[in-house]
């Protein structure tokens, strides 16, 4: 239970990558963190790709990201709606100016692009948007996982199992550069 006491905050819209929001969720938990999700609305159900559901309990504007210990972007086609809301934004360079524990993978890379906070960072995420990711001054890596200091970045649902056990290391304090 080392990851006790710690609250991870959890971006949710349609159209997410099922496994990339729910393995970390739930692997995060097992590890004894609390996940909150946050979404357009409190209440809403949303739909990931493949129809699973995921409920938010916060609005992104209820959300105060002092109160959280590490961010989770998941994949999917719902980066491309997520960062389109500002407070969205707003709450992604809150946790990387405070040097918090943010995990992203597939297409979640888009969130971050529009927040401004990959130039000079070493990332990976889908293929598809490599381009994206290198135009926004990233240096991508064509890896199972990439950890930058607090960011976290994976590249599809066949990775998981490495990039939440790095995440879950760096929301530790367990991380260990190899």
């Given at each position: 239970?080392?990851?006790?006491?710690?609250?991870?905050?959890?971006?949710?819209?349609?159209?997410?990558?099922?496994?990339?929001?729910?393995?970390?969720i739930?692997?995060?938990?097992?590890?004894?963190?609390?996940?909150?999700?946050?979404?357009?609305?409190?209440?809403?159900?949303?739909?990931?790709?493949?129809?699973?559901?995921?409920?938010?309990?916060?609005?992104?504007?209820?959300?105060?990201?002092a109160?959280?210990?590490?961010?989770l972007?998941?994949?999917?086609?719902?980066?491309?709606?997520?960062?389109?809301?500002?407070k969205v934004?707003?709450?992604?360079?809150?946790?990387?100016?405070?040097?918090?524990?943010?995990?992203?993978?597939?297409h979640?890379?888009?969130?971050?692009?529009?927040?401004?906070?990959?130039?000079?960072?070493?990332?990976?995420?889908?293929?598809?948007?490599?381009?994206?990711m290198?135009?926004?001054?990233?240096?991508?890596?064509?890896?199972?996982?990439?950890?930058?200091?607090?960011?976290?970045?994976?590249?599809?649902?066949?990775?998981?199992?490495?990039?939440?056990?790095?995440?879950?290391?760096?929301i530790?304090?367990?991380?260990?550069?190899?």
């Amino acid at each position: 239970m080392r990851l006790k006491n710690k609250r991870v905050l959890s971006f949710v819209h349609h159209d997410f990558e099922d496994l990339e929001l729910w393995y970390p969720i739930l692997r995060l938990q097992e590890e004894g963190a609390s996940v909150e999700l946050a979404g357009e609305k409190a209440g809403e159900v949303y739909k990931g790709k493949y129809g699973v559901p995921a409920t938010a309990q916060l609005s992104f504007d209820d959300v105060d990201p002092a109160n959280y210990d590490a961010l989770l972007v998941p994949g999917g086609w719902a980066p491309d709606k997520l960062r389109r809301f500002p407070k969205v934004i707003e709450i992604v360079r809150h946790m990387e100016e405070h040097h918090k524990p943010i995990g992203q993978i597939c297409h979640a890379g888009w969130v971050l692009i529009s927040a401004k906070i990959l130039k000079g960072k070493k990332v990976t995420s889908t293929p598809g948007i490599k381009d994206d990711m290198e135009n926004a001054g990233a240096e991508w890596h064509d890896e199972a996982v990439v950890v930058d200091g607090h960011l976290v970045s994976s590249r599809r649902p066949p990775d998981l199992p490495p990039y939440v056990k790095a995440f879950a290391d760096v929301i530790a304090g367990d991380y260990e550069r190899q």
